[in-house]
């Protein structure tokens, strides 16, 4: 509400829209500190009429759609949604729902149509929207929203045969897997017996979030140490946050390296590849009782991580490290 920030609903009413056009693209851009965010919540976000002439095409609304995702913010989505309704907001509704279910909480994801009333002609919301039904035990309106869809032309085989399963019209379980969509690959894993999926370095990000969530990853002990491109891969997940530090720091404690191997870390890690370089120099560190070696072992181990692009999956722990 514009009063709650002492703002009115014409706020835009004199700004120029190509300097606003302008502005978005630098945003867009960079990164924004944590007081620059709030600031551009309330400008954003406050009921106001958009700057004239530029929401013909829904250039702002759209901005305002994209700024929501990239944050993350589902408690500001899900107000945001709550409020707005009217708007064209399919994008950020399937955000919602993807959100929730490929971080395990799929009854987040089907609260939200009980809170939001509008009418969609979006497959993949309705699609939702019926396994929702589904799970809530609403088979008999779950029913009659799959027959509306299918008489306005609505075709989708896979979901089509987990919807008679799930359903109990079949009761063989199917074993076509999908990665087309979170919802895909989710249905995927219930209608499936003895379900079992291995990840690898093309696996999409979404499903790599999924597994993780429902624990559903590959066994730290069945791991093969010999297989560089899978441990390479799961440095990579932990980099964009779908694996846990912790299993890979527990990962790397299963590499074995002789006593003088570890003794004479400093001029051995160097040799070896980055991911058993990275191994050595944090078991090393596990048995160093010296401050200023755990620390400089740490930092060897910061630095290969940012060699490879992929620094971000050693942050927490090294934090826990330091403190």
Request: with cysteine.
């Given at each position: 509400?514009?009063?709650?920030?002492?703002?009115?609903?014409?706020?835009?009413?004199?700004?120029?829209?190509?300097?606003?056009?302008?502005?978005?693209?630098?945003?867009?851009?960079?990164?924004?500190?944590?007081?620059?965010?709030?600031?551009?919540?309330?400008?954003l976000?406050?009921?106001?009429?958009?700057?004239?002439?530029?929401?013909?095409?829904?250039?702002?609304t759209n901005?305002?759609?994209?700024?929501l995702?990239?944050r993350?913010d589902?408690?500001?989505?899900?107000?945001?949604?709550?409020?707005?309704?009217?708007?064209?907001?399919?994008?950020?509704?399937?955000?919602y729902?993807d959100?929730y279910?490929?971080?395990?909480?799929?009854?987040?994801?089907c609260?939200?149509?009980?809170?939001?009333?509008?009418?969609?002609?979006?497959?993949?919301?309705?699609?939702?929207?019926?396994y929702?039904?589904?799970?809530?035990?609403?088979?008999?309106?779950?029913?009659?929203?799959?027959?509306?869809k299918?008489e306005q032309?609505f075709?989708?085989?896979?979901?089509?045969s987990k919807f008679?399963?799930?359903?109990?019209y079949?009761?063989?379980?199917?074993?076509?897997i999908?990665?087309?969509?979170?919802?895909?690959f989710?249905?995927?894993?219930?209608?499936?017996?003895?379900?079992?999926y291995?990840a690898?370095?093309?696996?999409?990000?979404f499903?790599?979030?999924?597994?993780?969530?429902?624990?559903?990853?590959?066994?730290?002990?069945?791991?093969?140490?010999?297989d560089?491109?899978?441990i390479?891969?799961?440095?990579?997940?932990?980099?964009?946050k779908?694996y846990?530090?912790?299993?890979?720091?527990?990962l790397?404690?299963?590499?074995?390296?002789?006593?003088s191997?570890?003794?004479?870390?400093?001029?051995?890690?160097?040799?070896?590849?980055?991911?058993?370089?990275?191994a050595?120099?944090y078991?090393?560190?596990?048995?160093?009782?010296?401050?200023i070696?755990?620390v400089?072992?740490?930092?060897?181990?910061?630095?290969?991580?940012?060699k490879?692009?992929?620094?971000?999956?050693?942050?927490?722990e090294?934090?826990?490290?330091?403190?």
């Amino acid at each position: 509400d514009p009063q709650e920030n002492n703002l009115t609903i014409d706020m835009w009413k004199y700004s120029d829209s190509d300097q606003v056009k302008n502005l978005i693209k630098k945003i867009e851009k960079i990164n924004l500190s944590g007081d620059a965010i709030e600031i551009l919540n309330v400008a954003l976000l406050t009921n106001a009429y958009p700057p004239k002439n530029l929401d013909k095409n829904l250039e702002f609304t759209n901005f305002k759609i994209n700024y929501l995702i990239k944050r993350e913010d589902t408690s500001l989505i899900k107000n945001f949604l709550l409020k707005n309704e009217s708007i064209n907001n399919n994008k950020i509704v399937k955000f919602y729902l993807d959100y929730y279910l490929k971080n395990g909480n799929l009854d987040e994801s089907c609260k939200l149509f009980s809170k939001l009333k509008f009418k969609t002609t979006n497959d993949y919301i309705d699609k939702f929207k019926i396994y929702c039904l589904i799970k809530l035990k609403k088979n008999e309106d779950a029913q009659i929203y799959f027959d509306l869809k299918k008489e306005q032309g609505f075709e989708d085989k896979f979901f089509e045969s987990k919807f008679n399963y799930l359903m109990g019209y079949s009761d063989k379980s199917t074993t076509e897997i999908s990665e087309k969509s979170v919802l895909n690959f989710h249905l995927s894993h219930i209608t499936t017996k003895n379900f079992n999926y291995t990840a690898n370095e093309k696996t999409p990000k979404f499903i790599w979030k999924y597994l993780s969530s429902n624990n559903l990853l590959e066994n730290i002990k069945e791991i093969d140490l010999e297989d560089a491109k899978k441990i390479i891969t799961l440095e990579k997940a932990t980099h964009e946050k779908n694996y846990s530090e912790k299993e890979l720091l527990q990962l790397y404690k299963r590499f074995d390296f002789s006593l003088s191997q570890l003794l004479d870390v400093n001029n051995l890690y160097n040799k070896l590849p980055n991911f058993q370089a990275r191994a050595i120099l944090y078991q090393r560190l596990l048995l160093s009782d010296e401050p200023i070696n755990k620390v400089n072992l740490a930092m060897k181990m910061k630095s290969l991580f940012k060699k490879d692009n992929i620094e971000n999956a050693f942050v927490i722990e090294l934090s826990n490290i330091l403190k």
